[in-house]
Antibody, heavy 117, light 108 residues
Framework: QLQLQESGPGLVKPSETLSLTCTVSGGSISSSSYYWGWIRQPPGKGLEWIGC???????YYNPSLKSRVTISVDTSKNQFSLKLSSVTAADTAVFYC?????????WGQGTLVTVSS | EIVMTQSPATLSVSPGERATLSCRASQSVSSNLAWYQQKPGQAPRLLIYVASTRATGIPARFSGSGSGTEFTLTISSLQSEDFAVYYCQQYNNWPSLTFGGGTKVEIK
């Protein structure tokens, strides 16, 4: 059964870089059928797509975050990662990783990242 | 950038009644529209894609309609487990995505 698990620090200081990894089990990240994405949700608010990556390394980012976001993939570890630079309190959110295609979506359970000094 | 607007923000419905949720796109997204359900503390779950096709395992009481800029999610007879927040999402420029702000369906 496919599982996605987010991991990384739960607390990040303002102006630093937030780094998260999504580990995929029960399926290959090298599948040509899917994109692998990051979505975030500030506490009590709606969903915001951050970006996604194809196993080949092609990336697609939300224009509003593009200058601060890097998504990468490590097929040997069946993982993909998110880096968000120059964070502020407004970046505090639950971050979800997901396997995406138009007809299906499989999400991780999410991880809360708080930006605070 | 395509902006997705959902209405109403909150919908109060009695169990067994019908719920109708709306989603409007700032420009045409054809039928490239999905609906998600999110319960507290859980990740969103895909309900509908290509505007009207139910995802695997989704009950028939959930139906979607619309195309272009106007879309509707209908829950024909609300069950207790259906009280949640619902999001529309456009993917007209796949894999770029945009979510609507959500509609909370609460018990009346």
């Amino acid at each position: 059964q496919l599982q996605l698990q987010e991991s990384g620090p739960g607390l990040v200081k303002p102006s630093e870089t937030l780094s998260l990894t999504c580990t995929v089990s029960g399926g290959s990240i090298s599948s040509s059928s899917y994109y692998w994405g990051w979505i975030r949700q500030p506490p009590g608010k709606g969903l915001e797509w951050i970006g996604c990556i194809y196993y080949s390394g092609s990336t697609y980012y939300n224009p509003s975050l593009k200058s601060r976001v890097t998504i990468s993939v490590d097929t040997s570890k069946n993982q993909f990662s998110l880096k968000l630079s120059s964070v502020t309190a407004a970046d505090t959110a639950v971050f979800y990783c997901a396997r995406l295609k138009p007809s299906s979506a499989y999400w991780g359970q999410g991880t809360l990242v708080t930006v605070s000094s | 950038e395509i902006v997705m607007t959902q209405s109403p923000a909150t919908l109060s419905v009695s169990p067994g009644e019908r719920a109708t949720l709306s989603c409007r796109a700032s420009q045409s997204v054809s039928s490239n529209l999905a609906w998600y359900q999110q319960k507290p503390g859980q990740a969103p779950r895909l309900l509908i894609y290509v505007a009207s096709t139910r995802a695997t395992g989704i009950p028939a009481r959930f139906s979607g309609s619309g195309s272009g800029t106007e879309f509707t999610l209908t829950i024909s007879s609300l069950q207790s487990e259906d009280f949640a927040v619902y999001y529309c999402q456009q993917y007209n420029n796949w894999p770029s995505l945009t979510f609507g702000g959500g509609t909370k369906v609460e018990i009346k």
